[in-house]
């Protein structure tokens, strides 16, 4: 008799320690806000987007899972999982 496990692939998400209040945030996308303390956070490579990007709107600087990169994170603070 042959065992057959069946992987569940989890969705990707973003894990963010809010620098305020010290509390987890976690999301499909990155995060705008903190959840517990409403504390605004920029986006990832925030200077390299706002420089390239003429008069968007604030929420267009916000990166889907897909398009952030190990190398965006900021060590410490953010998780890609």
């Known amino acids: 008799m042959k ?3 069946k992987l569940y692939k ?3 998400s973003l894990i963010r320690v809010c620098h305020k209040c010290l509390k987890i945030n976690e999301a ?3 995060i705008e806000k903190c959840a517990h303390c409403q504390k605004s956070f ?3 490579r925030y200077f390299d987007k706002i420089h390239s ?3 968007e709107n604030w929420t267009s600087y ?3 899972i897909e398009d952030i990169d ?3 994170l900021i060590q410490g603070l ?3 999982w």
Do not use: T
């Open 70 to 72: 190990e190398k965006d």
């Open 62 to 64: 916000f990166s889907s």
């Open 78 to 80: 953010i998780v890609k």
């Open 42 to 44: 920029l986006p990832l």
């Open 53 to 55: 990007k003429s008069k």
């Open 3 to 5: 065992n057959e496990f």
């Open 28 to 30: 499909s996308g990155e």
């Open 10 to 12: 989890r969705p990707e």
